[in-house]
């Protein structure tokens, strides 16, 4: 049976359910990564990170095992995080738009796609949860870039540049190569930039490296233009997140005031508010931005002047 064979929503299908199996291992890396002495091959088999038991073939089965245990340890009892399903299902999500945002039969671009997706979803998780990106997904990405372009110039197809300087607006492998490498340096360059700018500014570091690195190995995948645009889109999100954030915080605090019936002044809730809420990772949202111009870039640059 080949696979190409099938119609196209099927094949949708397909990769969607790939995605669900990639996505109980991504859980894996989001666990471990960050965790000095594991990798993602050491221990062999996946264990509960509780009572470290080994798990049985029939734990591991995405989702259904997660719904059959009720979201239990079966060894332990322990409470398995909501991060463990909702990870395979993006991942499911994820694949499975790749596949249909992609022309119908090009499997070495959702391929290209997919790794790319699956790389964003680890930087989110391992983020928010560690304030840091892993650099075998930042760094990694930047080595990989350059090699997946040569393979797949497809995924240049809306990078200027390398329209630029392909043959008659065709990218070709050397075009998407150069399309890659200058995607690297702009994406990781700008980010460096701001930072800098705002080290200069406000006398405090505005910029994780791990942001400056997961950018450049994004502009290697998309382009410079790209990148750019994926920073904006991220910037948006990550705005509107920050004041959502702080809101948050603010109910919070009335909420107890309230409760108390403490004479606590609004703009000194105000106030704490803001500095509870100043701390969330940029990376998740400059992921988001990533993601969204990985898939749909090349359907809006068409509509761009330039
Ligand atoms: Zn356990």
Redesign the pocket.
Known sequence: MNLLELAPPMQWIWWGGMGLFVGSFLNVAIHRLPRPGMTVSKPRRSQ?P??A?GLTWKENVPLLSWLVQGGR?R??G?RIPWRYPLVELLTALLWFLAAWMSPAGDWPLVLARVVVLSGLVVATFVDFEHFEIPDEVSIGGMVLAPLASLLVPELHRATSLSRLLGQAGEVDRWSALVGSLVGVAIGGGVLLGIGWLGKLLFRREAMGLGDVKLLAAAGGFVGPGGALAALVLGSVVASVAGVLNVARFYCLSRGRVSRRGARKSVGRSLASARIAGRYLPFGPYLALGIGIVLLAWNHVVRWLPI
């Open positions: 509960c509780s009572c038991r340890c060894g332990c322990w």
